[in-house]
C-alpha cells in the first residue's frame, strides 16, 4: 500500500520541479518552433494567394488585349478585302472600256474593208458579168 510521510511530498516537489524544467527546456522551444513554422506557412500562403491573384489579373489584361488584337486584325482584313474589291472593280472597268475600245476598232475596220472590198467589187463588177456571160452563152458579148 501507499503510505503517506515525507517521500510522497518530496515525490510531489520533484514532479513539479520536473515539470517545470521540461516546460522550460523541452516544451517552450518546440512550441517557438511550431509557432515560427505556422507563421512561415501563412506567409508562404498568402504569398501564393497574391501570385494566383497576379496572375489571374495578367490572364484578364492578356484575354483583353488578344480580342482587341483580334478585332483590329478583322478590321484590317476587312479593310483589305474592300480594297481589294475596289481595285477588282477598277480593273474590270478598265478592261472593258479597253475591250470596248478595241471592239469599236475593229468594228471600224472591218467596215471600212467591207467598203473597200464593195467599191473593187463595183468597178469590176461589169467585167465578171461579161466573162459569166460568155461562159453561159459560149460566144464573145461585147
Known amino acids: 500500500m501507499i503510505s503517506v510521510d515525507w517521500s510522497l511530498f518530496l515525490q510531489m516537489a520533484n514532479f513539479i520541479a520536473l515539470i517545470f524544467i521540461l516546460n522550460a527546456i523541452l516544451y517552450k522551444p518546440i512550441r517557438k518552433i511550431l509557432i515560427e513554422r505556422k507563421k512561415k506557412i501563412q506567409g508562404a500562403e ?20 488578344i480580342g482587341e488584337a483580334k478585332m483590329k486584325g478583322h478590321q484590317q482584313k476587312e479593310g483589305l478585302k474592300e480594297a481589294g474589291r475596289g481595285e477588282e472593280r477598277r480593273l474590270v472597268d478598265e478592261i472593258n472600256q479597253k475591250a470596248q475600245a478595241d471592239l469599236e476598232a475593229v468594228r471600224v475596220q472591218i467596215a471600212k474593208d467591207a467598203g473597200a472590198a464593195r467599191d473593187k467589187l463595183k468597178s469590176e463588177v461589169k467585167a465578171f458579168s461579161a466573162a459569166i456571160a460568155e461562159k453561159i452563152l459560149g460566144r464573145a458579148v461585147s
Open 46 to 65: 498568402e504569398s501564393i494567394k497574391g501570385a494566383q491573384e497576379d496572375a489571374a489579373e495578367t490572364m484578364q489584361t492578356f484575354q483583353t488585349k
